[in-house]
């Protein structure tokens, strides 16, 4: 998705020409400038992707779609003197934000280069004596015994051992050893974002360590299936040309996740278990797949990321006892085949949470809490996303009616 915003330059009127605008077909006479008037106000400094461009153009949008009192102010901008001085409308937010090399200069020093036998990738420093948070397919072969050595930012090494793993979140956590004095990141809330909300993308995409790219969110709530750093082609989400039964996750080393953060910000492998940060300089998501187009060209710009409030649910239990514990819902999906997306419950677990509800086989799901379900996927990553012991609402149709059912979900066992 792009977001390309109208770019006019100066804070507000036409003051290139004068202050009036130019006549249709041509640029204003210069005798047309009056003289003896005191400067503008110098512009401010442009920040992260909000500049004096983008308050320009925002102020004509306002003129174009809202009107009213703020499109009044803008409109007679272009008629007198003594309109012009009258307030105009003031974008805090954006005066506000850090720079793209401001926040690059804050968060840098807390992303680290991870290096074992079976490749290599990113992680965010979680404590200053050595706690990393990163992707369970960076560290997967150092789970086999393999061995991990971790970079930073300034250039230092340090040998490192696995804490502990999720595979069904994609995480885990290690443990750089005899370190200290550390800069950890600073962790958002997910929760918070919204599409078109400026971010960087932070890591060691093909081994370049540090390195930084920029962009927006794209969406949210995205339904994806991450794998290994060698088979990014994998990392598909549904309506992506794949055809294959969505059978809860288990091809091998494959993981279907939930909510995740689509982004433009380019993303290659390296890149996971890096972070995705916001405009002040807080990791709000963790780095973890890309979709290509099934050729050799690579990334075509499209990249996704676990959501921070996950990663910290999941990176706490890891931390304080090794383990993380799941939500279980009781159902084996398949993707729809009618005209009405959802997904097809092809079996029910007797005794589970399902059960209990009174779903049944042959039950068309088609939302799943707030979430649309488009295919299997979608439920087996919003399951994941599910602290155990919550409350879900489900929707689904049996005999072509639309039926709404509570179901509280239990511990996977």
């Known amino acids: ?14 003051s290139q020409f004068g202050d009036q605008p130019p006549s249709a077909g041509g640029f204003p006479r210069r005798e047309t400038v009056i003289m003896n008037q005191p400067p503008p106000p110098k512009p401010p400094r442009r920040g992260f992707f909000v500049g004096r461009k983008t308050i320009a153009g925002l102020a004509l949008a306002a003129v174009a779609v809202g009107g009213g009192a703020v499109g009044a102010v803008a409109a007679t901008a272009f008629q007198d003197t003594t309109v012009v001085s009258a ?6 937010a954006a005066s506000n934000q850090l720079t793209v090399a401001q926040v690059a200069q804050k968060v840098q020093p807390s992303v680290v280069m991870i290096q074992g ?26 789970g086999q015994g393999g061995q991990m050595t971790v970079k930073f930012n300034d250039g230092k090494t340090a040998k490192a051992s696995v804490v502990g793993t999720d595979p069904s ?14 800069t950890k990141a600073s962790l958002g809330d997910s929760d918070q974002l919204q599409v078109g909300d400026a971010v960087l993308a932070i890591g060691s995409p093909l081994g370049l360590d540090g390195s930084v790219t920029a962009g927006i969110v794209s969406a949210l709530n995205r339904t994806v299936t991450v794998g290994g750093e060698q088979d990014q ?6 309506g992506w ?3 294959r039964e969505q059978q809860q996750g288990q091809e091998s080393g494959a993981t279907t996740l939930g909510d995740a953060i689509q982004t433009d910000a380019a993303i290659n492998p390296g890149n996971s278990g890096g972070a995705l940060v916001n405009a002040a300089g807080q990791v709000i998501g963790i780095n973890s797949a890309i979709a290509t187009n099934g050729g050799s060209s690579g990334n075509i710009g499209v990249g996704f990321a676990i959501p921070v409030n996950t990663a910290k649910q999941v990176s706490d239990q890891l931390i304080s006892g090794g383990k993380v514990t799941h939500a279980f819902l009781g159902v084996s999906v ?14 029910v677990t007797s005794g589970s949470p399902a059960d209990k509800a009174g779903l049944k086989q042959g039950d068309l799901i088609t939302k ?19 602290k155990v012991g919550q409350q879900v609402q489900i929707t689904y149709m049996r005999d072509g009616k639309s039926s709404n059912v509570s179901v509280t979900l239990e511990e996977k066992k």
């Open 1 to 14: 998705m792009n977001a390309n915003e109208p770019r006019e330059q100066g804070a507000g009127g036409w």
């Open 169 to 182: 979140t994609d995480l885990a956590v290690i443990r750089a050893d005899g370190v200290s004095g550390l």
């Open 368 to 386: 799943i809490g707030n979430t649309p379900v488009e295919g299997g996927d979608t439920v087996v990553g919003q399951v994941r996303g599910f």
């Open 233 to 238: 082609q994998q990392q598909l989400p549904p």
């Open 87 to 92: 307030p105009s409308p003031v974008f805090k």
């Open 334 to 347: 398949t993707d729809a085949t009618g005209d009405v997306p959802g997904a097809l419950i092809r079996q």
């Open 241 to 243: 040309g794949q055809q």
């Open 117 to 142: 036998q079976t490749g290599e990738g990113s992680g965010v420093v979680l404590s200053d004596d050595g706690l990393i948070l990163t992707n369970n397919h960076v560290v997967v072969g150092a």
